[in-house]
């Protein structure tokens, strides 16, 4: 696999002096600007987070920029203070960490960062991808799996295993059609069947109107919608956030039935080559624990796999390894199996207030 790990060492050449700041409303322009230049950028860096954060989240964004002696940003750390009382206080990155052109921008960043971690009083801080400076105290690892989607939809389909393409074409003789909502008309249908599916999950659903602050402040030019149909009814889909020429698969579910059971097939095929012919040169099909059932399912894909480690800095003085969410969802304990069968009416409702303080898990 390939990894996102230590930074490089600083050159023999005199760095320019960096100092870290907090973006405000008026470094949105410069802070999207310096995202859409980097062709390293993940969805997550876009600036337009900090104003969903805002938006429907009871968390405080923390966005850190590095800037250089001429104003110039080097760098960026999108952050945010949790207080939930399932994790703890704690500081948490976005998807993806560190933004940065120098080993000296990110290393001033991740200083920052645990200089906020500790001003706040936080347990730790949450570094969720990204170059670091020096390994967490924890570490847990995800892998991300990328699709070069530069290459011709041919050799797309001829990588995929025999097996995977008998059940794109099992799923095409069981009614089964995707459709790209280009109006994304159809949000509140998906957003129901992905809070059951959550809820299946045992893990509490976020609120509708955060796709609505995503609609809202990323733009519709941002996001991609695709719908999976069983006749005429709704059974699950894929909303993608788009960053340059790059896809990632952000929400995605399908409910299972033996009528439907190769649903998920043809709906990641259909995506993987509306991304070929949309010029995107790559999809990112998201996160998974490795050896997980999601994990092996990505891989019928023959994508590339990058180590994305988690680093958790834990505050002088405090001993744990309950951090994070991860750890709670890698064994599926008490809790979560309760919550599974919860009545759909009432995890909806508890569901996002939970998930107020913890926007990503």
């Known amino acids: 696999m390939a990894g996102q790990g230590i930074i490089d060492a600083p050159s023999d050449r005199s760095p320019a002096l960096i100092r870290v700041r907090l973006a405000s409303d008026a470094d949105l322009p410069i802070w999207q600007e310096f995202v859409d230049r980097n062709t390293r950028a993940g969805c997550m860096h876009n600036a337009a987070w900090l104003q969903v954060l805002h938006d429907v989240y009871w968390v405080t964004p ?8 001429t104003g110039a940003v080097q760098g ?10 399932l994790t703890g206080r704690h500081i948490s990155s976005l998807e993806d960490g560190v933004l940065s052109t120098t080993s000296e921008a990110t290393a001033a960043l991740l200083a920052e960062a645990r200089a906020l971690r500790d001003r706040t009083r936080s347990r730790y801080l949450q570094i969720r991808g990204g170059a670091v400076d020096r390994p967490g105290d924890i570490v847990q690892a995800t892998v991300r799996t990328f699709i070069n989607t530069s290459e011709p939809i041919e050799k797309l389909w001829a990588a995929i295993t025999k097996k995977t393409r008998w059940g794109i074409r099992r799923a095409e003789g069981q009614g089964l059609r995707i459709e790209h909502d280009n109006a994304l008309a159809a949000l509140s249908e ?10 299946n999950l045992g893990t509490p659903v976020f609120a509708r109107s955060v796709f609505d602050a995503m609609l809202n402040r990323l733009g519709r030019n941002r996001l991609r919608l695709y719908t999976v ?11 993608c956030i788009l960053n340059g020429h790059l896809w990632t698969d952000y929400y995605a579910v399908v409910q299972p039935s033996p009528a439907t059971e190769f649903a998920n097939y043809l709906l990641y095929w259909h995506v993987i080559r509306d991304a070929a ?18 994990y092996l399912f990505k891989r019928k894909w023959r994508g590339t796999d990058v180590e994305v480690p988690y680093h958790f800095y834990l505050r002088p003085g405090v001993r744990t390894e309950n951090v994070g969410f991860g750890r709670q969802k890698q064994n599926k304990g008490t809790l979560q199996r309760l919550w599974s069968k919860l009545p759909l009416s009432v995890s909806n409702c508890v569901g996002p207030l939970i998930r107020k303080q913890l926007p990503f898990i």
């Open 277 to 294: 012919q949309s010029g995107a040169v790559r999809l990112d099909l998201g996160r998974s624990t490795p050896g997980s059932n999601v």
């Open 229 to 239: 149909k069983h006749g005429d009814r709704l059974i699950g889909g894929m909303l």
């Open 76 to 85: 960026i750390l999108p952050t945010y203070f949790s207080r939930s009382p």
């Open 190 to 199: 998906f957003y129901a069947v992905y809070a059951g599916h959550m809820r």
């Open 62 to 69: 923390y966005f850190l920029m590095a800037v250089d002696d």
